[in-house]
């Protein structure tokens, strides 16, 4: 079992940043990789960005891309998602996600995700 704890979210006006954090715990060398997802209210449940835990390779969705930075610090388990130059529709839950080491890859489909975060709201104000 792994348990994910996020934090860091909050309101800010467009144009401003936040700084996400995913604290992990349980049996975390059993992951092998972690993202950031987020859902606004009547969407779907998307990928923003992942992080492979043993290479530090990231991938991020074209809305994140040049504002957006995952990060990871194995030390304390915990992997961050620095957002900037925040938008209005950048407004969402935002859910951390560990997927394991038996299903390869870290890619954008939530489904192969075993374990989820309680989530932490993100609201940008134009």
């Known amino acids: 079992q792994v348990q994910l704890v996020e934090s860091g979210g909050g309101s800010v006006q467009a144009g401003g940043s936040l700084r996400l954090s995913c604290a992990a715990s349980?049996?975390?060398?059993?992951?092998?990789?972690m993202g950031w997802f987020r859902q606004g209210t009547g969407q779907e449940r998307e990928r923003v960005a992942s992080?492979?835990?043993?290479?530090?390779?990231?991938y991020y969705s074209d809305s994140a891309k040049g504002r957006f930075t995952i990060s990871q610090d194995n030390a304390k388990n915990t992997v961050y998602l620095q957002m900037n130059s925040l938008k209005a529709e950048d407004t969402a839950i935002y859910l951390c996600?560990?997927?394991?080491?038996?299903?390869?890859?870290?890619?954008?489909?939530?489904?192969?995700?075993?374990?989820w975060g309680q989530g932490t709201q993100v609201t940008v104000s134009s």
């Open positions: 996600a560990a997927r394991l080491a038996t299903d390869r890859g870290c890619g954008g489909n939530p489904d192969r995700y075993r374990y």
């Open positions: 349980g049996d975390t060398s059993s992951v092998s990789c």
């Open positions: 992080i492979s835990t043993g290479s530090g390779n990231t």
